[in-house]
């Protein structure tokens, strides 16, 4: 059965960094693309970042470029999403979702309906 662990949420400090996991099994990382989405109260799931299994390939919304970085550990069969200078409007539940690299269509990567399956979230919390 496929699945999706994050970890790694919490509070921490405007200008602080977080490190999230998203730990996959039940399929292997080199066959999907994993999404990075999060969602803050009272606002639609919006897409963050993506990262195909396979080779790297990897892009980011405007929001968290130059502050986010995806990664991804086959051996393991984990992505990481590193945040950096994070700021109070990071604050959201982020979750990690799955889609197979023989359907992805690129161009719709940030839509949350594009992805099969998905992790239960973790909170980050971004305050003094």
């Known amino acids: 059965q496929a699945q999706l662990v994050e970890s790694g949420g919490g509070l921490v400090q405007p200008g602080g960094s977080l490190r999230l996991s998203c730990a996959a099994s039940?399929?292997?990382?080199?066959?999907?693309?994993i999404g990075w989405f999060r969602q803050a109260p009272g606002k639609e799931r919006e897409g963050v970042s993506y990262?195909?299994?396979?080779?790297?390939?990897?892009d980011y919304q405007d929001f968290v470029k130059g502050r986010f970085t995806v990664s991804r550990d086959n051996a393991k069969n984990t992505v990481y999403l590193q945040m950096d200078s994070l700021k109070p409007e990071d604050t959201a539940v982020y979750y990690c979702?799955?889609?197979?690299?023989?359907?992805?269509?690129?161009?719709?990567?940030?839509?949350?309906?594009?992805?099969?399956?998905w992790g239960q979230g973790t909170q980050v919390t971004v305050s003094s």
């Open positions: 979702a799955a889609r197979s690299i023989t359907t992805w269509v690129l161009r719709l990567w940030m839509l949350s309906d594009e992805y099969d399956f």
């Open positions: 990262i195909v299994g396979s080779d790297g390939r990897a």
């Open positions: 039940g399929f292997t990382l080199d066959r999907y693309v």
